[in-house]
């Protein structure tokens, strides 16, 4: 279970975040969907302590931390028990995607360089990268870099992955694969927040929807009561958009 409350979060003048919250259940897939600049990717960035947030607080399983005073210790805490999949990848240069995998293995859970290597290998075979181990990120398209990515964070056996647009920077004929692989992991029963654009996955994989705009959570159901019977008006301004495209 992750819940977050009442966050804010501000950037110079600028208020992003106006107060929000949302609970995840363990085993749940959340899709959070709203135009740009409607706070969407700042919320998760503010959940894995990759931006500090102004005010509100987070509680991931045992744990609850303030997320404008957190400790660094707190916020390690907080990272050991989350995973993010950023939409550019973020992998290291010079690191094969073997050692991209095992990175946060090693340095982040202590774990030693063989358990480590087994498990990187493990993940990114299930990714179906196990013959490109020794390939560094340049040498890599763009959907075998997210698919590194993916690997990563589900080698860390995170109570949570945060997902933050994965395939918004994939070439169109690679989004198909990238969505198959995060929908594998959905079924393992890992509990997730997807930040994405992508309607059919949100239809298919979602348990729920949250629908953000401004800064604030405008509406949140199951797919069929967001899709087919939106109650507020701008969420139906945002569907029929997207949905015309």
């Known amino acids: ?8 979060k501000s950037f110079k003048h600028n208020e992003i975040l106006k107060g929000v919250s949302l609970l995840v259940e363990e085993g749940e897939v ?24 102004d005010a ?6 045992d744990l609850s931390v303030d997320l404008h005073k957190a400790s660094k210790k ?6 050991k028990k989350t995973a993010f999949v950023f939409q550019n990848y973020a992998l290291f240069n010079n690191k094969t995607a073997l050692g991209n995998v095992m990175e946060g293995l090693i340095t982040a859970r202590k774990m030693n360089k063989d358990e480590a290597r087994a498990i990187a290998e493990r993940e990114l075979a299930k990714v179906g990268l196990a013959e490109k181990a020794d390939a560094y990120p340049s040498q890599l398209s763009g959907g075998q870099q997210q698919r590194v990515g993916i690997a990563r964070a589900v080698a860390l056996s995170p109570e949570v992955i945060l997902f933050d647009e994965p395939t918004s920077a994939l070439d169109p004929e690679l989004v198909d694969e990238a969505l198959d692989i995060i929908k ?40 069929q009561d967001i899709f087919v019977n939106p109650k507020e008006e701008r969420t ?7 949905l015309s495209r």
């Open 1 to 8: 279970m992750i819940e977050v409350n009442n966050v804010h």
């Open 30 to 53: 959340v899709v959070v969907m709203g135009p740009s600049g409607s706070g969407k990717t700042t919320l998760l960035r503010c959940i894995n302590f990759l931006e500090r947030a």
């Open 56 to 61: 509100g607080s987070l509680t991931i399983g």
């Open 74 to 79: 707190e916020i390690l805490a907080v990272r």
């Open 184 to 223: 594998g992991i959905a079924q393992e029963g890992v509990t997730m927040i997807v930040v994405t654009h992508e309607m059919s996955f949100a239809r298919e994989v979602a348990d729920r929807v949250v629908f953000m705009e401004g800064g604030y959570i405008v509406e949140e159901g199951a797919p």
């Open 236 to 242: 139906k301004q945002f569907l029929k958009r997207i």
